[in-house]
């Protein structure tokens, strides 16, 4: 089946430094990816839509200058997290959806910032 | 503003114990609603519900959808310690194909 692929799975930085955390359908090609961020004991809350070739679309509240998200091909997509701060620590998930339709997450990268 | 809703949001039971998670929502738009499980990592896939009225199942677990009075449930029995987990109830939508989450129930099994 359709995997979705996530690294790293974890990460640890320091205030201040990017990060960057990568996103690939391993065996399909994903036109849209999507990302999500959660928070302990809470819910997914869908960050931004990842559309390969064009700009990404950001929910309500997040900052595009701060969450960096390139789709520059049919099976990468990548979050960047710039000037990270502690506020940023959290668990992120990208997803994307395979060919027949199914959305499938990938492992999640849970980003801890010093 | 597009919202789901799942309750309760946390719930003790006993092994062998059946139990009932409930997901409403009001969104514009609607495509579908998904069921998800969520143990340590990432969310995996239980059940797609687009029509109403047509359960579906997988083992111990079933979901209904009503889309008339815009719910669902999740049905799992002779719980196991092994359903111990979030149950996340997500819509999609029509349009964008993205999804909203609900808050989750965290479902904890007693042996």
């Known amino acids: 089946g359709a995997v979705v692929s996530q690294h790293p799975s974890r990460v640890i930085c320091k205030s201040g430094t990017s990060v960057k955390i990568e996103c690939r359908s391993l065996?399909?090609?994903?036109?849209?990816m999507f990302w999500y961020r959660q928070f302990p004991k809470q819910s997914l809350m869908l960050m931004a839509t990842s559309n390969e070739g064009s700009k990404a679309t950001y929910e309500q509240g997040v900052e595009k200058d701060k969450f960096l998200i390139n789709h520059a091909s049919l099976t990468l997509s990548t979050l960047t997290v710039t000037s990270a701060h502690p506020e940023d620590s959290s668990f992120y998930i990208c997803?994307?959806?395979?060919?027949?339709?199914?959305?499938?997450f990938g492992e999640g990268s849970r980003l801890t910032v010093l | 503003e597009d919202k789901v809703v799942q309750s309760p949001l946390s719930l003790v039971v006993h092994e062998g114990d059946t139990v009932t998670l409930n997901c409403s929502y009001e969104v514009t738009n609607f495509r579908s609603l998904l069921w998800y499980k969520q143990e340590k990592k990432a969310p995996t896939f239980l059940f797609m519900l687009t029509s109403s009225g047509i359960e579906k199942k997988s083992g111990r677990l079933s979901s209904i959808l009503d889309k008339k009075e815009l719910f669902s449930i999740l049905n799992i029995t002779a719980t196991q310690t092994g359903d111990s987990a979030i149950y996340l109830c997500?819509?999609?939508?029509?349009?964008?194909?993205?999804?909203?989450f609900g808050a989750g129930t965290i479902l904890r099994v007693k042996s």
């Open positions: 997803s994307a959806r395979g060919l027949t339709g199914e959305l499938f």
């Open positions: 065996d399909f090609q994903a036109t849209t």
């Open positions: 997500a819509v999609e939508m029509e349009y964008g194909n993205k999804l909203v």
